[in-house]
């Protein structure tokens, strides 16, 4: 067992944990937050994405016992003071959800985005989100979402 | 009438009902859920395409520390079940017939346990003679897949032999005389590929004991009703011993129909006492399979000079690897619509299903109205670009219209295909870009093609219930999921709008076999259509109930009343007005009872008697229609396609959430590229080979086109307030108009989907070798 310390959601945890354990599975089996979804298991969907350090990282190619030290923000970690973050609320408002389970990871790659770039144009919105599959929507309604969100998030700041 | 007068909440769009907690991450998937001492179960996957199990010895995997039980069919009852023709069994006994077949499982207290005690499971095999060709497998000679196929049930007058699992043959008219009248007749292929449905959630459930200590699997399934009556027959109980009830469903796209994982995670708690979880890897997901299977499809078709068709001939094959599942019913749809969107007064159609070593194929959203669309209207454009006519006006010339009749002898109404052929080429601005420069730059060359939709719209039985609360809110329920569509929201706006309620007033109940009336299930593009009647149905039996009472206590007549956002009042004194909620607590009080509405709904015209031979398609209430204007640039030189912008023009009926269907049209639509040049399931000798995300390519943002989605809304006689449902046609036309498309950017015609640049260089290369 390796011992690590990292923060998940802003609460500092220490685990000890396998070798062969995934950041996907500490945060699903052991700590039960369960909007981190797999759905490939080899980082081609994007579903169980997370912010590491404010980057997006496939949380099923990332060994846990790597992320010693870590800052680590999931689904679970976005709303404040039970408050929708606004890229969650604009996406309900445009229709972006359909089946809802590459949501969470497409809401933290666009979060992402939006950190580092607060307008940007569709090209820039389409690369950013462009290892994260989506089936159902056909992805127009999730572009539209993005930039609502952005839209909202500047004009609060 | 309530249709006449203005609709308060439908035709709104209404944020969907689920967002809010998709969007936190708390809705809850199959893989999400946990029972408290879960075993974690693996399922041993056949290796081997056709072979017999000559031993099967569990002893060293039950070794394994933390292995709790094994199950095979030894444990299972011996009982053949199936959607059509019951050939199927939980697992294989006997015999393996295709790779992916499940052999055994096993549960254990980790996952890793299960996972190292299935390699130390021992199977010998001894091969048998495979059979991987479909065309092959229909020879004398051939390795017989099934050799009991005779002695197998079906719900329908089967016609099989051999390896034909499904043998259909329809007619009208005398293609005899319809071919003596052409003056050219013009014969052509087509083949479609093995598509993988992509729901992101992989196939999961959990088998394990309720509160009442009820067998019970929670499960991510299209079809909660049809889950439970198959998982009972596979279990040979009666329905009331098991209890099957719907998580939340991550997509499914025709692949989480009736049973698949449910049997043997409830075989394995029941040996077991404990709550068992099965959640498939990807790889595990794609190699199990039970996708859109392959079809090879001929057309012979009859034109005059003036551009009329006078008869065609079409024969569909169809692989449906090593059990038969949902292909027959695909057949069953391919054939009845073998004249497409078009008047054809002689036709006749022959479907084959054909047993082989491939892996187990089922449908994928389109069914098989889909492969015989691609086939149609890809023909449309070879005759017109023949003989030189406009395809658009070949099109026009030849138009279904109310009344005629398909090849099932079935009277076509409702056609509005003209319609949105008009809207469709006026939004696209068809007149203008037809003439538009095709060359753009050295390389890469425009086009622009059109393609036409039908398909059927209601599909057996659906009911549904309305209860009231005392404080005059209404619980909706039904076996229908929501599979991401929206269409539970839009359940709630149908009721709502009936009720005279306000659309947060009314919630929907969680899927459960044990309470939820039955509904076939979320599939065929009915659940908009045959729920909606369903829920649509029930609200108009609640509201009556409502309305005595009301009239009762404000002594007024039955037929004066109105309600509108939660109150009933009388339309000639205003003043005279009463709450649901009142009316409901009144009669717990003094009348004995909330109102409790309920209603049954069958989506075809009737039992009719049967047509041609071996036919397993039921007749449907009324059709659907819809075009697509595909634009496209061709790069000459690599053969790569961009699809730049889709138009997709549909008939709905009534926009029940116009947001909704709007999404529904987009997701469509990109689906329908993938199907048209990406997606294609690699199979070599019963392999699949590309097993993963990485090598099954689907759309991502970088490959989708620009779409306009239009609605149209012309509406049903037969729809809830006019509603017709819209899930299958949105990806069906785009994949000939993409087709359509390239052949006029550069002059080449691919009757091959998907149309890879592999493929599009082959026939640029046999072309100019025919010049």
């Known amino acids: 067992m390796i011992n690590i310390t990292l923060t998940i959601n802003g609460i500092v945890r220490t685990l000890a944990v396998l070798p062969e354990e995934r950041l996907l599975d500490v945060l699903r089996d052991r700590l039960g937050l369960m909007g981190t979804k797999e759905g490939c298991g080899s980082g081609d969907c994007g579903a169980c994405t997370v912010l590491m350090n404010g980057r997006p990282v496939t949380s099923c190619m990332v060994l846990a016992a790597t992320v010693d030290q870590a800052d680590i923000l999931t689904i679970e970690g976005l709303e404040q003071d039970g408050k929708l973050h606004p890229l969650q609320q604009a996406f309900i408002d445009e229709g972006a959800v359909q089946c809802g389970f590459c949501t969470p990871g497409m809401i933290l790659s666009s979060l992402a985005l939006l950190q580092e770039n607060p307008d940007p144009d569709e090209e820039a919105i389409k690369r950013a989100i462009a290892g994260n599959l989506c089936r159902c929507t056909g992805y127009a309604r999730i572009f539209a979402a993005i930039k609502t969100a952005a839209l909202r998030m500047r004009s609060d700041a | ?771």
Request: a negative charge; glycine letters at 10%; one cysteine or more.
């Open chain 2, 1 to 771: 009438m309530r249709d006449q007068k203005e609709l308060k909440v439908v035709g709104v769009s209404l944020p969907r009902v689920d967002g809010v907690q998709k969007v936190r991450g708390r809705a809850v998937y199959a893989p999400d859920f946990v029972l408290p001492r879960m075993l974690y179960a693996k399922v041993l996957w056949s290796d081997r395409p056709h072979a017999k199990i000559v031993r099967l010895d569990a002893s060293k995997a039950l070794q394994v520390p933390g292995v709790v039980v094994f199950v095979s069919a030894e444990d299972a009852p011996r009982n053949r079940y199936g959607v059509y023709l019951k050939d199927q069994l939980v697992f294989a006994r006997g015999k393996v017939r295709h790779i992916g077949e499940p052999v055994a499982a096993l549960a254990a207290e980790s996952e890793q346990a299960a996972l190292e005690a299935l390699k130390l499971v021992e199977v010998v095999y001894e091969d048998l003679p495979v059979v991987f060709d479909p065309l092959e497998a229909m020879q004398d000679g051939a390795p017989i897949v099934h050799p009991d196929l005779e002695s197998y049930s079906a719900t329908y007058p089967k016609v099989a032999y051999g390896n034909v699992a499904l043998y259909t043959r329809l007619s009208i008219g005398d293609t005899e005389k319809g071919f003596a009248e052409a003056d050219h007749i013009f014969e052509d292929e087509f083949k479609t590929q093995a598509m993988y449905q992509g729901y992101v959630e992989p196939r999961a459930c959990v088998a394990g004991f309720d509160q009442r200590d009820k067998l019970t699997v929670w499960t991510s399934n299209q079809q909660i009703a049809e889950c439970h009556a198959e998982l009972a027959a596979a279990l040979d109980v009666p329905m009331t011993d098991v209890r099957v009830v719907g998580t939340a469903l991550g997509g499914g796209f025709g692949g989480k129909l009736k049973t698949h994982l449910e049997p043997i995670a409830a075989l394995l708690a029941k040996k077991t006492g404990r709550a068992v979880k099965i959640v498939l890897t990807r790889e595990e997901d794609m190699i199990a399979s039970r996708a859109r299977p392959p079809y090879i499809i001929r057309l012979k078709t009859g034109v005059t000079n003036e551009g009329r068709i006078t008869a065609r001939e079409t024969q569909l094959v169809s692989d449906c690897g090593g059990y038969s599942d949902h292909v027959v019913g695909t057949m069953g749809l391919a054939v009845t619509f073998a004249q497409g969107a078009y008047k054809i007064p002689n036709c006749e159609v022959k479907g084959y299903v054909v047993y082989t070593n491939n892996p187990n194929y089922s449908c994928m959203r389109g069914y098989g109205a889909h492969q015989i669309d691609f086939a149609n209207e890809s023909q449309m454009d070879m005759i017109a670009s023949r003989m030189g006519w406009d395809p658009v006006e070949f099109r026009r010339e030849n138009l279904i219209e109310d009344g005629d009749v398909l090849v099932s002898t079935q009277p076509i109404k409702e056609v509005t295909i003209k319609e949105t052929m008009d809207v469709a080429l006026e939004r696209s601005k068809w007149v203008e870009k037809v003439k538009q420069e095709k060359v753009l730059g050295d390389k890469v060359r425009y086009g622009i093609g059109i393609g036409n939709t039908i398909i059927n719209m209601g599909l057996l039985s659906s009911s549904a219930m309305i209860k009231f609360n005392g404080d005059g809110t209404a619980t909706i329920l039904t076996s229908v999921m929501d599979l991401g569509t929206g269409n539970h929201t839009a359940l709630i706006q149908i009721a709502a709008e009936e009720l005279g309620m306000l659309a947060e007033q009314v919630n929907i109940a969680e899927v459960d076999s044990d309470s939820s009336p039955y509904d076939l299930g979320q599939i065929a593009s009915r659940t908009i259509f045959d729920a909606g009647n369903a829920v649509r149905l029930a609200a108009k039996d609640a509201r009556k109930k409502l309305f005595e009472t009301a009239a009762e206590l404000l002594q007024v007549p039955e037929e004066d009343l109105e309600s509108e956002s939660g109150m009933i009042f009388s339309r000639t004194d205003r003043s005279k007005e009463i709450a649901i909620a009142g009316v409901n607590g009144y009669r717990i009080w003094v009348k004995g009872g909330p109102v409790v509405g309920g209603s049954g709904w069958l989506g075809r015209p009737g039992f009719e008697e049967e047509v041609g031979e071996g036919y397993p398609q039921a007749p449907s209430k009324t059709f659907v229609f819809g075009t697509h204007i595909a634009e496209v640039e061709v790069d000459i030189e690599t053969g790569r396609v961009t699809v730049v912008k889709v138009t997709a023009v549909h008939d709905v009926g009534r926009a029940v959430n116009p947001l909704g269907v709007q999404g529904q049209i987009e997701g469509g639509v990109v689906q329908g590229v993938g199907y048209a040049l990406m997606e294609e399931l690699q199979v070599k000798d019963g392999v699949i080979l590309n097993p993963d995300f990485l090598n099954y390519r689907m759309p991502t943002t970088l490959d989708i086109p620009e779409i306009d989605p239009v609605i149209l809304e012309i509406p049903s006689e037969f729809g809830p307030f006019g509603a017709k449902g819209l899930g299958e046609p949105v990806m069906m036309g785009v994949v000939p108009a993409i087709a359509n498309a390239i052949e006029n950017a550069i002059g080449v015609r691919v009757t091959e989907v998907p149309i890879t640049a592999e493929r599009l260089l082959q026939a640029v290369k046999e072309k100019n070798q025919r010049k």
